[in-house]
């Protein structure tokens, strides 16, 4: 879940959503498809709960983009797409941001999984289309299907492999056919999917960067793309959707724009003087330090920590186990014993991030403690090639005097480093042959310098030469799509059910995929039968065992240096905006904000005075 984010994290998200779905004839729309118990909505709701059905259409949010992009195909390894670009494209099932695991009918009326769990069938609305009039037929969605699966990025390839066959039985009902029955998501991964346009990807080459501008249903088109610089997004007033419960209330902006930067300190002030309309904070300092400019004193900006109530993940430094230095599991937990959080923290966080301690943080997938004997039924056949800590020791990570120089910890990182062969020579570390170790920390961004020069020179305490650099993000993006790094800050987001994005992120079949979002070069047949654990659950009591299981796997893998999280988001706007007042457990859904006219009016007198 790496990739085109906005559409695919929500997959993994509506685990099992569709296993209460009713007849694929039903004489009237499907409400909605949930994990456990019922959706929350009732079949004739009217819009989502969170939004303004009644919020102004119009005006124009402006949005900075850090980076570039040379590309408007999202779904492909070749170019870098920009992230707004999924507005162009609808899916089969809509998510409801408030609620967990549940998905409502969107492009399909209606879905149903088959008794023994071998198929799916989505049955379309009549009303669908693209937004050059013509209809979202059966044959739009089994061509997407195929060609993802086979010119996409790697990731489809895995999340789709348990699909044997799709097939059109109309024009507008589709079936997909199943591998097994035990795959539990594949009808909730399916409802997310984006659905393509056949008709005009004729003649084009999907597998190629695109530089025209996509057909899409969504509700946005693309009105320009100043590729490197601007992406216009122009709101489309005839979308077939606006009516409907999921969409009535959303995409109020008549334009979404995003000006790209490549510095993020030059992007800040650009919102600063007004250029910018909305911004996300991600940098504690600026957020502790940065907004007491005027336009804040005077009222004319706002400011928000909004409260996120979802699975965290894991954000770390990523160790490339593909590269020499880092393939001896000793050293990479060396490379953890090393970094002093607290001390991160105080100096240079402002102490507002919490430590992750699981590659599940946030939720009730995280490990704890010992193994339940249920996880032991699922570790105990691979104790053999497991760490002994996996059975016997809860996993902690240090917590230092957060002085900078915590000698007890860096004692414990050289005794794990000369176990692996590595010793002090004249103030170097080196190796049996006298090599030393050294070794590169990327980053695409100079904002990261604050946080990876003081790590590397905590790193240069044990002998250790890391160098600190960074390139322009498409250099960045592409090194990680080959995975040429070392070391490298990642993000692996989580969602509230784990499932086949799972196979991208740790099986040995991704590893030795180009563009896959296996980074680390995670290669284990216990991590894989873990995986297949995870994929497979008949339950959720099952799944939450064998995602523990998994988690306690990774952790003692040592393939990343645990970081840290924050559970707000944290977001500051110019006073024209207006947005729903019910919280959602997204923090912020930017789609169901609007221009509020009277404000924008008051906003722009103030600013002439």
């Not at 911004?279 to 400019?293: D, H, L, Q």
């Not at 959720?540 to 840290?564: C, F, K, S």
């Amino acid at each position: 879940m790496r990739t085109t984010a906005a559409s695919l994290a929500l997959a993994a998200a509506l685990s099992l959503a569709a296993v209460i779905a009713p007849r694929a004839h039903a004489a009237s729309p499907t409400p909605g498809y949930a994990l456990l118990g019922k959706p929350a909505l009732p079949p004739d709701f009217d819009h989502f709960p969170y939004v303004n059905p009644a919020a102004p259409k119009g005006g124009e949010i402006v949005l900075a983009g850090i980076g570039s992009f040379d590309s408007l195909n999202p779904f492909i390894v070749r170019g870098t797409a920009p992230d707004d670009i999924s507005l162009v494209w609808d899916s089969l099932l809509a998510p409801d941001p408030a609620e967990a695991d549940v998905a409502y009918a969107h492009l399909a009326r209606s879905m149903t999984v088959a008794p023994d769990h071998r198929s799916v069938t989505f049955v379309l609305r009549d009303a669908a289309h693209f937004n050059d009039g013509t209809p979202v037929t059966a044959e739009d969605v089994a061509w997407t299907f195929t060609t993802l699966r086979d010119k996409g990025k790697p990731f489809y390839r895995q999340y789709y492999a348990d699909v044997a066959s799709v097939r059109v039985d109309g024009p507008k009902t589709v079936t997909f056919l199943f591998r097994t029955a035990r795959n539990r998501e594949l009808p909730a991964i399916l409802g997310q999917m984006p659905v393509l346009p056949k008709h005009w990807w004729a003649g084009r080459d999907f597998a190629a960067p695109l530089t025209d501008a996509p057909l899409g249903s969504g509700p946005y088109r693309v009105e320009k793309a100043d590729f490197g610089r601007t992406l216009v997004l122009s709101r489309v007033r005839n979308w077939w959707a606006k009516d409907r419960p999921t969409g009535k209330g959303l995409y109020n902006f008549d334009r979404r724009r995003t000006e790209f930067f490549r510095d993020p300190t030059v992007a800040f002030e650009a919102f600063k003087a007004g250029q910018i309309t909305f911004r996300r904070e991600n940098i504690s300092k600026t957020w502790a330090t940065g907004y007491n400019f005027p336009a804040v004193r005077r009222g004319l900006v706002k400011k928000r920590a909004f409260p996120v109530h979802l699975p965290v993940g894991m954000q770390g430094f990523a160790m490339n186990t593909r590269r020499a230095v880092f393939a001896d599991p000793r050293v990479r937990e060396a490379m953890a014993l090393a970094f002093d959080f607290e001390w991160t923290n105080k100096t240079l966080f402002y102490g507002l991030y919490r430590r992750t301690t699981s590659y599940f943080e946030g939720s009730e997938f995280a490990s704890s403690g010992l193994p339940s004997p249920a996880e032991r039924k699922l570790l105990d056949p691979w104790k053999a090639i497991l760490p002994a800590a996996v059975f016997d020791r809860p996993f902690t990570l240090p917590v230092t005097n957060a002085s900078g120089n915590d000698l007890p910890e860096l004692r414990a990182a050289l005794k794990l480093l000369e176990a692996a062969g590595w010793h002090v020579r004249h103030r170097k570390l080196v190796n049996a042959a006298g090599q030393p170790m050294r070794f590169e920390i990327l980053a695409d961004a100079p904002v990261f310098q604050r946080v990876l020069v003081p790590y590397a020179t905590q790193l240069s305490h044990l002998g250790i030469e890391a160098r600190v650099r960074i390139v322009d993000p498409a250099q960045y993006q592409e090194r990680m799509n080959n995975f040429d790094y070392d070391m490298t800050m990642a993000v692996i987001p989580q969602s509230d059910s784990p499932g086949n994005e799972q196979i991208d992120d740790w099986s040995c079949a991704s590893a030795k995929e180009v563009g896959s979002g296996n980074l680390m070069g995670v290669c284990s047949p216990a991590v894989d039968a873990l995986v297949h654990d995870v994929v497979t659950a008949p339950d959720r009591a099952h799944l939450v065992t064998a995602t523990r299981a998994l988690d306690r796997v990774l952790l003692r893998g040592w393939y990343m240096v645990p970081n840290w999280y924050l559970d707000k988001v944290w977001a500051a706007w110019w006073d024209k905006l207006g947005h729903p007042t019910q919280p959602v457990r997204t923090g912020v859904e930017l789609n169901a904000w609007w221009e509020d006219p009277s404000r924008a009016a008051a906003l722009a007198a103030k600013r002439r005075h």
